[in-house]
């Protein structure tokens, strides 16, 4: 059943610390009443099928690698074991550690549903959230100050991207309905807008920054894409799509690759140098539904598109022309919903993504929770699902911090921080 639409009423802002308590249920004590309410999906080498709520998890739940660990770097530094070895049981003693995650804070702090969210890039426990209305929090859940709140202009004002300034860590830019992509500082000061539409019918959906080539690029709802440098110059502005262009991505290591979405149902790869109009695109990746978001993977070498309906494709940046690996999983598209979107983690080769139960999809059982969902990059396989039974919402929006050991969540008006339990009764 979709989602009811809250009555938007003014609240004021407020930050709520979840206190631990006799009723949060552990993983493992949620684990046989979930296997009760779901089945074991079948998956196959290149198309996989993402089951339900702690399928197939009791195989991994296998004691901490912290010995396989120390073996490993042992052998690596003795010139025996390989890197990828190595990688790989780090990114399998994280996987473990994901059974001690808890919401240790929680924020409701819109009176309209969160759009967009960012983290600070060198402060961990720092992060940036927009709303429908266009208001911004900005909060370091790390002490205890009241949060930087950020009023927007209503109706009309929803924040659809939002980025850290890399050169200055003060400012942020944004994207929003209003018709700007504009520089801001914590006070709420513009001190640059980059793009202005001027009219109520064009608004901006996307943007992304390279603070390499120092430049800005942004997408609007009819499909061009504008690019500027940081001086707020602009070097051109295209029709490179025929409807919306959701997400705008550049490669963090070669960034004159640029990988624009939209709901047009394609994904596009373009070389910045070799811009020359609609049609000069490298690759242009056909999907079976509008796309909410394409983004490459922290090394580059890997992009991963999330459609409007149920699947999640991951490309291989070394050869786009080669079938991607396709991971079925239930995300349809609502609206009065923030767009699902998948993420990659920071540092391993993990996706984690928001569960919306669809009766019609292939594996959807009775009661299926609606959990955050962990998939391996490589193999497309589900490799864990977190779930808070007092926050049993679609999470729309899922973002492990820089650091990798963080995870913030939007689900409808709430922003959502996870941790690990330890970790975040000393927070």
Known sequence: ??????????????????????????????????????????????????????????????????????????????????????????????????????IFQKAAPFDRRATSLAWHPTHPSTLAVGSKGGDILLWNFGIKDKPIFIKGIGAGGSITGLKFNPLNTNQFFTSSMEGTTRLQDFKG?????????????????????????????????????????????????????????????????????????????????????????????????????PVNAAHFS???????????????????ACRWDCPPSLIPHPHRHFQHLTPIKASWHPRYNLIVVGRYPDPNFKSCSPHELRTIDVFDGSSGKIMYQLYDPESSGIMSLNEFNPMGDTLASVMGYHILVWSPEDAGTQK
Request: with cysteine; net charge positive.
């Open 1 to 102: 059943m979709a989602p009811r639409k809250r009555p938007e009423t003014q609240k004021t802002p407020e930050v709520v610390v979840r206190p631990r308590s006799k009723r949060n249920r552990t993983p493992r004590e949620l684990e046989p009443e979930a296997k009760k309410l779901c089945v074991k999906g079948r998956g196959s080498s290149r198309r996989f099928d993402s089951g339900c709520l702690w399928a197939g998890l009791s195989s991994l739940r296998v004691p901490p690698l912290c010995s396989s660990i120390v073996r490993a770097l042992h052998q690596h530094k003795l010139g025996t074991a390989a890197w990828p070895s190595l990688r790989q049981g780090l990114q399998q003693s994280f996987l473990n550690s994901l059974a001690s995650y808890r």
């Open 189 to 289: 000061n513009t001190l640059r807008v980059f793009a202005s539409s001027d009219t109520c019918n064009v608004w901006f959906c996307s943007l992304d920054v390279s603070v390499k080539s120092r430049l800005v690029v942004t997408g609007d709802n009819v499909g061009h894409v504008i690019l500027l440098n940081m001086d707020g110059r602009e070097l051109w502005n295209l029709r490179m799509h025929k409807k919306k262009v959701t997400h705008v991505a550049l490669n963090p290591c070669c960034d004159w690759l640029l990988a624009t979405a939209s709901v047009d149902q394609t994904v596009k790869i373009w070389d910045l140098r070799q811009v020359r109009g609609k049609s000069s695109f490298l690759h242009s990746l056909p999907h079976r539904h």
């Open 298 to 316: 922290p090394d580059g070498a890997q992009l991963l598109t999330t459609d409007q309906k149920s699947e999640i494709r991951v490309y291989s």
